[in-house]
């Protein structure tokens, strides 16, 4: 069973920066991939950014890739997202998520994540 929770959400002006964190309860941490997903108001949720097995093996979405970094640290069971230059078209709702990823990788998409967080809501304001 993995459990997931994540923190950092808040509200912060236009060009602001947070650091989402998402704390994992499982035994073997670092065989899974890990992502940031959100969800805006009325919008479907996209995948933002995925950290792989790989050491150093990351992904985030083209149009974030200036201003979201990824990252984890399996030592403390921890997956990090770095978001710098907030627009108010970043505000969601984002989730941390989990895949069992035999190979190591996954594309980053809904249905290839098992296990979810509650999410932590992201407003920002112009």
């Known amino acids: 069973q993995v459990q997931l929770v994540e923190s950092g959400g808040d509200s912060v002006q236009d060009g602001g920066s947070l650091r989402l964190t998402c704390a994992a309860s499982v035994y073997n941490y670092s065989s899974y991939c890990m992502a940031w997903f959100r969800q805006g108001p009325g919008m479907r949720r996209e995948g933002v950014a995925a950290a792989y097995t790989a050491a150093d093996y990351t992904y985030v979405m083209d149009s974030l890739r200036d201003r979201f970094a990824i990252s984890r640290d399996n030592a403390k069971k921890t997956l990090y997202l770095q978001m710098n230059s907030l627009k108010p078209d970043d505000t969601a709702m984002y989730y941390c998520?989990?895949?069992?990823?035999?190979?190591?990788?996954?594309?980053?998409?809904?249905?290839?994540?098992?296990?979810w967080g509650q999410g932590t809501q992201v407003t920002v304001s112009s």
């Open positions: 998520a989990a895949s069992d990823c035999p190979r190591g990788w996954v594309l980053l998409a809904d249905q290839n994540f098992n296990y």
